[in-house]
């Protein structure tokens, strides 16, 4: 993941996902969160590859945003204030980058400033959720192998991911994310050459590699987002 992409798109990261996508991205994130609620409702959740914080709005009790780009976090924290949350300070930091906590009510989110690979805590939750993540993992085997660490047994994985795939419809989205999005992104924010990435990132990754990185896990849901997305709900095994 080149961390300096997003630090420059944060500013403008939920409006451009939005246009790029034709709202497309937020029907997904619709669809994931009601699919995760059929297998569970609250508890301690992690999110990885957080962006902006978006996945709160699943509305667990205690989250966990995994995000490396300093300049997504401040987005995220301001967001999370500008909601009535507060911040708060931890007894002891002993992370070279300090963890954020945020709290409203009953409601505590920790920010943590790093990535899935690295990141370190000292629970075990009871979801961990990747939006438009996994293609970000500079390693995905070290990746996944982390978040399995951290969570508990009978808890659940959940992902949404654009997968290379050799259908018709899925070609011409690809197109448009090779040819279209870098125009508008350039145009928009200046990052033409940076949204290229995306549909080489989006080749680049295919279902089975998601599926062979989730051993020790029963697959409980899959299905398919517009030909190119896959969502994926896997329970760990006890």
Do not use: H
Not at 55 to 76: H, Q, R, T
Not at 117 to 133: C, G, P, R
Not at 136 to 142: G, I, P, S, T, V
Request: glycine share 6%.
């Amino acid at each position: 993941m080149d961390i300096k992409i997003y630090d420059k798109l944060a500013k403008k990261y939920d409006l451009a996902t939005k246009i790029v996508s034709f709202g497309i991205e937020e029907i997904w994130r619709w669809i994931f969160i009601k699919n995760i609620k059929k297998f569970i409702k609250n508890g301690t959740m992690l999110d990885v590859a957080s962006a902006t914080g978006e996945m709160a709005k699943l509305g667990f009790d205690k989250i966990y945003f995994v995000e490396p780009s300093n300049e997504m976090i401040k987005i995220m924290v301001e967001k999370f204030k500008k909601e009535g949350f507060r911040e708060e300070s931890f007894e002891v930091q002993f992370q070279e980058r300090p963890y954020i906590k945020l709290k409203k009510e009953k409601k505590e989110y920790i920010i943590l400033p790093t990535t899935a690979e690295d990141f370190e805590i000292n629970e075990q939750v009871d979801l961990i959720t990747a939006f438009m993540a996994v293609r970000n993992f500079d390693n995905l085997e070290k990746g996944m192998d982390n978040l399995k660490k951290y969570l508990r047994k009978g808890g659940y994985i959940a992902i949404v991911e654009m997968v290379k795939s050799n259908s018709l419809f899925a070609k011409i989205i690809l197109l448009y994310m090779n040819n279209i999005v870098p125009l508008i992104a350039g145009m928009l924010l200046g990052m033409k050459e940076e949204y290229k990435l995306l549909g080489k990132s989006i080749n680049s990754l295919e279902e089975e590699k998601i599926i062979n990185s989730l051993k020790g896990f029963s697959i409980v849901k899959k299905q398919k987002l517009l030909f190119i997305a896959t969502l994926i709900i896997a329970k760990k095994d006890e």
